[in-house]
């Protein structure tokens, strides 16, 4: 059993930035592929960021593209979401969530279904 905790959220102007952490404490962090979603408000969750577990392979939506960067430290079992640039659409609860699954492509890391385990989110708000 895998326990995800995230960390790092708050209230932000646009254009600023932020680093959302998120620690494992139980599990063998290096065996999962790690990603980023978020849920605005009204709006389905989507795919954000994920990263192998080597942390050799990252994938970043389209929208995010540019501005937010994936990272992970397995000496440290954490995850980062470096996020710049940040607009008011930013705005959402971010989630980190494990996978077993090693992908090696984009379609593979965006796949929520495949993702075993889900942090309790942190909230971002981005002011405009």
């Known amino acids: 059993q895998v326990e995800l905790v995230e960390s790092g959220g708050g209230l932000v102007q646009a254009g600023g930035s932020l680093r959302l952490s998120c620690a494992t404490s139980?599990?063998?962090?290096?065996?999962?592929?790690m990603g980023w979603f978020r849920r605005a408000p009204g709006k389905e969750r989507e795919f954000v960021a994920g990263?192998?577990?080597?942390?050799?392979?990252?994938f970043s939506a389209i929208s995010v593209k540019g501005r937010f960067t994936i990272s992970r430290d397995n000496a440290k079992s954490a995850v980062y979401l470096h996020m710049n640039s940040l607009k008011p659409e930013d705005t959402a609860v971010y989630y980190c969530?494990?996978?077993?699954?090693?992908?090696?492509?984009?379609?593979?890391?965006?796949?929520?279904?495949?993702?075993?385990?889900w942090g309790q989110g942190t909230q971002v708000t981005v002011s405009s």
């Open positions: 990263i192998s577990r080597s942390g050799a392979n990252t």
């Open positions: 139980r599990g063998t962090f290096s065996w999962y592929a």
């Open positions: 969530a494990a996978t077993l699954v090693n992908y090696s492509d984009y379609v593979t890391s965006a796949r929520s279904e495949l993702y075993n385990y």
